[in-house]
């Protein structure tokens, strides 16, 4: 059989957000008894009277959006989709829809998400010491021929690094890469009416550990978790498909001297346990960062999720936005190499200062003392409060609710069906 597939169905168990890489600004949306209506600005100007709203726009030429936003009422049919928000946000991160503004999950945020846990295990077959030893060594034998060339190695070697260890491990040659067997669609798109929008803040901890909420809040779409926790909650179903490419996964020695790997094959077929184990191992790491914080909704909410009776067929991932540097690298795997090479080459200091929004780096801002531009959104002027500075471990986003931590947010619970059939 070429392919294995599998149905998969996505029980979202904290509010979840994919996003686009846009924002939506305060003049496109009206909200009103703690709802938001999204503008669409063609149906409304189809839908005003044209001299009205000619005569405003002379008055007001330049606040165009505002004067047409002025236009608005609830009652009106101009609006691309409505959804319960309890703020009033200045912007909003929108999570991605169909052209009929209904939300999905992409497959390959999942697919990120499966690929961590599966790098972990990979890396505890492999020897990673040898791997990071060889790096090094040829790190050394560089700065050696090019003393002057001793800075750009050492940040190149330090960015790369991660990636490296990546590539020797999920990629053979010619490009062909094992993940490539694991193939995962999105989802179908669901009503709007799953979504809300929720607050997020930023916790840190600062050097002598103590807790710091940043000021700053952020208001994001999100996918609305089942409010009893469990997986009862089956009105609206978010599913899709997942194919294991059997053939790209052969034990034969052609296969092998393409994709260059061994022990991927099982590893990729045992994802759904692997995905569980290395959920476990996080969600009790996360317990005691919580209990350390003295931050008991949220160690408790993790001990809720542990204790969650998962059925052999099911297994827990954390998705898409917020969900941490953690999720989407290897680098904990490596703290302590890592840490020696740092030390060696005192690239300790090195830190990158991101968009909180977006994860886009940022720069001082030419423009005004303080703040910075993002570029990746392109933004100016964004203030400290709007960016951390990683790599910082001890930093997580929380959804709040009713002004108390209520969530980590991205948590999911796939559960999947295999299906006898060829493909
Ligand atoms: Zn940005």
Redo the contacts with the bound molecule.
Sequence with gaps: MKYTSFNYTVHVVSPTHIGIGEKLKDIEYLISSEKLYVIDIVNLLNTLPQASVLSSIKEKPLHFYETLKENCNPHGNYYKYIITCKYNPQEILPHIKSIYYEPYITGSSIKGAIRTSLLKELLLLHDQRTLSTEKLKKIFKKLSNQPGERKKLISQASSDIGGDIERSIFNGKYGYNAMRALQISDTNSINYNSLNISEIRVLSLNMRNSVDWKKFKLYIETLKPSDDFHKTDKNENIHGTIKIDNYLLEDSPAQRERLGYTEEKNIIKNFIQLCNKYSLERINREINFFIDCDIREIADWYKKLKNLNLKENEFLIQIGWGTGYECKTVAPSFTQELENIRRYFGIGKKKVRI?I??D?EVLPSFNKKDSYF?T??R?DRITREETIVIPFPKTRRIVFVDDKPAYPPGWVIISVERINREM
Excluded: L
């Design positions: 968009h929004s977006c886009g993002c990746k959104c933004i």
